[in-house]
């Protein structure tokens, strides 16, 4: 059975206090739900804060830390880089990867995400790996082909084992911080695509248990209705991340 899933990427946002406080809110709001009435939630934090954010949440509950990006060695020589062993050994359970703006502003390519990809599942992360077009790809109607290309050149070189532990997240650039939600339909169109690439590409079973999150200016308003498409089991979600009313409303739109 997939997981639905909310995580939050708080991208270069916040001071550490500011962190800090954003994780005693979202524990505090989320603290009386009933166990098993809420999906997995991870918060994802810049590195500096992930200790002190990670201490903030109830362990056993359904709140996870996870990263933003990590280093594509397993340690080293490499100034100012944060390794996957080294996110694993502060609680990070989740670790984003191939992020579009990852893509563009840091130039990651499908080789680099490849080599990623292995040392963050060496190290018993979960990546949160990152798909989605461009609107001039989907102005020129290529969404699909485009989509199908960083499946495969991104993801599907993973073993049935590995392919096991990632979860994908569909954020068309296009609506990524810009208030252009995609609707639920076109949502659920992408999902329904990458969940029959998954299958053909390893088995029915592991396209059935895979959750595929969607990003790109999820809110509070539109949470419920993307939620509601078969193939939509979450959201990745940004800006609406760093308030926690928002963020909660997010989480409790299942
Ligand atoms: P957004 O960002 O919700 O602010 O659009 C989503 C993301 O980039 O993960």
Same mark, same amino acid.
């Given at each position: ?5 909310v995580a939050g +990427? ?5 001071? *550490?206090?500011?962190a800090l406080a954003?994780?005693g809110?979202i524990?505090?709001l989320l ?8 999906p997995? /939630?991870?918060?994802?934090p810049p590195?500096p804060f992930?200790?002190?954010v990670?201490?903030k ?7 996870? @830390? ?10 080293g020589?490499f100034t ?7 996110l694993a050994? /502060?609680?990070? =359970?989740y ?5 579009s703006e990852r893509?563009q502003h840091f130039?990651?390519?499908? =080789?680099l995400?490849?080599?990623k @990809?292995?040392v963050a599942?060496?190290?018993?992360? !979960? ?5 989605g077009?461009?609107?001039d ?5 290529d969404?699909?082909?485009?989509i199908? !290309? ?8 993973l073993?049935n084992?590995?392919?096991a532990? /990632?979860?994908?997240? *569909?954020?068309?650039i ?9 609707t639920?339909a076109q949502?659920q169109?992408v999902?329904?695509?990458?969940r029959e690439?998954?299958?053909r590409? *390893?088995t029915?079973?592991?396209?059935? +248990?895979v959750s595929i999150?969607y990003?790109?200016?999820a +809110?509070a ?5 993307l939620?509601?498409q078969?193939?939509?089991d979450?959201? @990745?979600?940004?800006g ?11 989480i409790r739109?299942f």
């Amino acid at each position: 059975m997939r997981q639905n899933i909310v995580a939050g +990427n708080w991208k270069m946002n916040l001071t *550490y206090p500011a962190a800090l406080a954003l994780a005693g809110e979202i524990t505090a709001l989320l603290a009386d739900a009933p166990a098993g009435a809420l999906p997995c /939630v991870v918060v994802c934090p810049p590195f500096p804060f992930l200790t002190g954010v990670g201490e903030k949440l109830p362990q056993g509950g359904p709140l996870h @830390l996870g990263a933003q990006n990590c280093h594509q060695k397993e340690s080293g020589a490499f100034t100012g880089e944060v390794s996957a062993q080294m996110l694993a050994t /502060v609680g990070c =359970e989740y670790v984003i990867l191939g992020h579009s703006e990852r893509r563009q502003h840091f130039r990651e390519d499908d =080789e680099l995400l490849g080599q990623k @990809l292995k040392v963050a599942l060496a190290a018993g992360l !979960k990546p949160i790996f990152c798909v989605g077009e461009s609107l001039d790809t989907r102005e020129a109607d290529d969404t699909f082909a485009f989509i199908a !290309k960083q499946l495969k050149d991104g993801l599907f070189h993973l073993s049935n084992e590995e392919f096991a532990q /990632v979860v994908i997240a *569909y954020e068309p650039i296009w609506a990524i911080g810009t208030g252009k939600t995609a609707t639920s339909a076109q949502a659920q169109e992408v999902h329904a695509f990458i969940r029959e690439q998954v299958a053909r590409a *390893y088995t029915a079973e592991a396209a059935q +248990n895979v959750s595929i999150l969607y990003g790109g200016s999820a +809110n509070a308003q539109n949470a419920r209705e993307l939620f509601g498409q078969p193939d939509v089991d979450g959201g @990745l979600i940004g800006g609406a991340s760093l308030k926690a009313q928002d963020f909660v409303a997010i989480i409790r739109s299942f």
